[in-house]
């Protein structure tokens, strides 16, 4: 991925997002199918499936951060990153104690990334094609609620990782094909 100047222009930084977007989306997709099929109880393979998750995330939030650093939300891509990090090792943590764990760490993970998503997709409206951000940020800290609830249930289950991850996924997606115009927009 290329990344863009500090004074880079919002076409530049669009199509850098647009990018990182479909790239968000196909990991989004593939996680959830595997993570579907092998959730049912705790593997290595699981193990450490919701360990690169939060991983993949703090990935591109560096990628996101070196594309737009001259946007306001360089900070709250460092809070991101943070919390991703936290998140992988409390996650790598978790998977000793079980599901309930799990859903809890997963849970608080999903509700403050979802409200550092939601602040950023408002910060950068201008670019377009932010919307879907804006609710999917809204609906991850709504779901990461609803995980932690059930993180004190006997019959916890991961599966609901999967679908979390598919509509994060599907919200990427609409991101970055309305992150068409603006990217194209120097191009005319």
Request: hydrophobic share 55%.
């Amino acid at each position: 991925m290329t990344t863009t100047t500090p004074d880079a222009p919002p076409a530049s930084i669009a199509a850098s997002l647009r990018r990182l977007y479909f790239v968000r989306f196909g990991f989004a997709i593939v996680w959830a199918i595997i993570v579907g099929l092998s959730a049912a109880s705790i593997t290595p393979l699981s193990a450490t499936l919701l360990a690169i998750y939060p991983v993949f995330d703090l990935v591109a939030a560096v990628v996101d951060h070196r594309a737009s650093r001259a946007t306001r939300p360089a900070g709250l891509l460092y809070v991101n990153m943070a919390l991703s990090a936290l998140a992988a090792v409390g996650l790598i943590v978790a998977v000793m104690s079980g599901r309930s764990a799990v859903l809890l760490v997963w849970g608080l993970w999903a509700v403050t990334a979802g409200a550092v998503q939601l602040i950023v997709g408002i910060s950068r409206r201008s670019l377009g094609g932010q919307w879907p951000m804006i609710l999917s940020g809204g609906i991850s800290v709504l779901a990461g609620v609803a995980f932690a609830v059930q993180s004190g249930s006997a019959t916890a289950s991961l599966v609901g990782l999967a679908g979390y991850a598919t509509l994060g996924g599907i919200f990427f997606l609409v991101s970055a094909i309305r992150l068409n115009r603006t990217a194209t927009g120097a191009a005319r």
